[in-house]
């Protein structure tokens, strides 16, 4: 397939992760500052600010409904929530011919939604249902890209983008809240509170439970958002699927062998499958979620060497 | 009004009015045309608000299709719908006849002239085109001299703007042989159409468009450079800013082919290739979007970015087809257009079926008199310029405008040309909830390979600003379906 095709299936896949993430964290935070007790609200944004990766234009001027509609709708901050649909859309349109209609329509229709004046003003009225509303055309169009799109590297990029994106804004998640997590403050109700909350953020909750039922604790919420094989928003399982979809693109390619980005992934995935959780906890715990992170950036970097932007010389040498 | 009418079809007319110009559902006297029965009675039957509730539902669909053409020099909104009309346009199978037959020859003609003038110019030396004429025409490419094009087709896809007189003859108005588009449009406005009104579809007997994606590729196919048994087909655009963006992607998808950017393709060796992410492929034939200038910054513009350096000496190489070919523009340069009756007769040696619309030469002393002393009555258009900008329609113009363009003649007189203001035909089209007749065209999409294919059908465009001329959908056109029927 064409590199620049690849090139924008996989952002577009990424923007689109990106969105949920941040939906999904506002959200969350948004509902832990209803409780009185625990931190201020400019702490709890100040934390949401750096687990959004630090964007620019957004510091806390204490109102809480401005602030929210900023980061979902200020289409020129690169942070927020349109900002990423758009560039989503935009990816997707220079690639109309590789996407069915089902994706480009649901897209579409998503990005007319951030969009329209209506939307805009039942914000501030409920909040929590537009945030819903945008994860529902998320996953719509997540599912429409399954079922109406060959399987081949397309899709693969595709599920590249997502994984990979989702497992370093876990990491970076992670990174941010692991020291509050493992040095609780306030009193038990709002400890919970904080649990359940980071847990929602990676809509992990519920599958918790069913692992280790509703007896949360810190090493444990640790354990299952970065080593649980099979929870989808778990760093490894999402690592898994970066290695799974590398292998298919290469093998249904067959040209050159990137080794270098199959050892960068390698690397990755048995840090992840062969370290205990007491091992992270009793070591240094916030240099090995940096190391996620840069590792993940590393292979960003490895794929777009041998799929995108590779030099002519050496690939007519072939 | 005409007998046997019933109360309906009256109610559904109203105050439509009718004069001198051809309307295509209603004769003279008022009655509906028999071809046009069954609609007008369909039509008639509807609840008021019905057609309004078909419409919106129609311009929703395109909308979240994403099926839009862009309009340029505006930040908000860059992304607009085709304006589309409900009421499908209708060309019987007698009439679809001439249409096709004359296409067929005027094309063949004209890509003749094409080759005759890139390689040996007989036609220049017998004089039968005036040399100056050719040469001077910006869209000339000194480049093609003598280059052996692939099975001998420079345009192998057309589509030609038709107009009905107010005689019921159908004349060619332009021949769009560089890029023409709006063939996306066609398609997907039969696809709504079928939706919107399905019976009616049905009972009318509509000849099919749909296989036309089919047609083009193999038309592509079908000039693949020698050994190139399974050549690998891309379509060539400016990208997504351009306003045909969505036709491009629609017909890669519908073909199966790769849409490429220029940023996309390399040349080596006088080979083209494009990045993939399995390496370097090799690239066959190029169905060009893109404009001569901007195709080739080594030959062509040099500050152009949308095209590949070396597809010109790849071209001319004979390792890649590059289609249409370059320098086509010259044979659908207005002043040119002139002489298409004549190039007809010299090379087929056959009266033309399809006419001409009379046009004065403003490098000929006696037209430019003519003209000037009548720019109030004529339409004056600039031989360059395409998609209706740089016109002048006379009976609409101030005279200040008439000053500027006759000032302009003067001083350029081979980049102008005249013609007299066409009363095109009208159809009715639905405006607000009732009936009112609009100026149509017509554009069929011809496609030539082994041999020439026209699908039956083509985008009928409208001029959808009450009593206005200009059809282009960058100056406020919209469009129809239109149904060419099974004969009898």
Redesign the interface.
Known sequence: ??????DSLYWMSRYLERAENTVRQLDVTMSLMLDAGGSSAEKRWGQLLVSLGSPKGLEWNGDLDAMASRLVFDSLNHASVTYCVNGAR?NA??????IS?EQ??RL??LY?QMHSAQVQSQFRSGISDTLATVIDGIHLFKGVSDTTMIHG?GWQ?IRLGRYLERAYATATMLEVYQPGLLAPQGGEGYQHLEQVGLLRCCTAFEAYCQVYTADLSADRILEFLLLNRDFPHAIRYCVEGVRQSVDA?QRT????SPEELTAGIGRLHAMLGFTTINEILTGDTAAFLHSIREQCLRIHELIYRY??H?S?QS??A? | MGAGQSAEVETLFGDYPLDRAFDEMREPTGAVRPHYKALAETLARLPQDELERCKQSAELSF????ITFTVYGRDEGTERIFPYDLLPRLVTAQEWDRIERGLTQRISALNHFLRDVYSDAKILNDRVVPRELVYSCKHYRRQMRGLQVPRNVYIAVVGSDLLRLDSGKFVVLEDNLRVPSGVSYMLTNRRVMKRTFPQLFHSYGVRPIEHYPQLLLSTLRSLAPEGRPEPNIALLTP??YNSA??EH??L??QMGI????G??L?T?DNIVY???????KRVDVIYRRVDDDFSDPLVFRPDSALGCAGLFNAYRAGNVTVTNAFGTGLADDKALYAYVPRIIRYYLDEDPILPNVETFLMTEEKDRKHVLANLDKLVVKAVGESGGYGMLIGPHSTAQQREEFARQIEANPRNYIAQPTLDFSRAPCLIGNHLEPRHVDLRPYILFGDKVNIVPGGLTRVALEKGSLVVNSSQGGGSKDTWVLESQ
């Open positions: 397939m064409l590199s620049r095709v690849a935009e349109r220079q690639v109309r011919e590789e209609s480009w329509q579409n229709r007319h590297q990029f693109i390619g067959g040209r050159r799929y995108v590779y002519i690939a007519l072939v | 909308l979240t299709q994403g990208g997504v963006y969505f992607t629609y890669a998808r790769d849409l490429v950017e940023r996309d390399v080596h494009m990045r993939t992410t399995d390496g370097l």
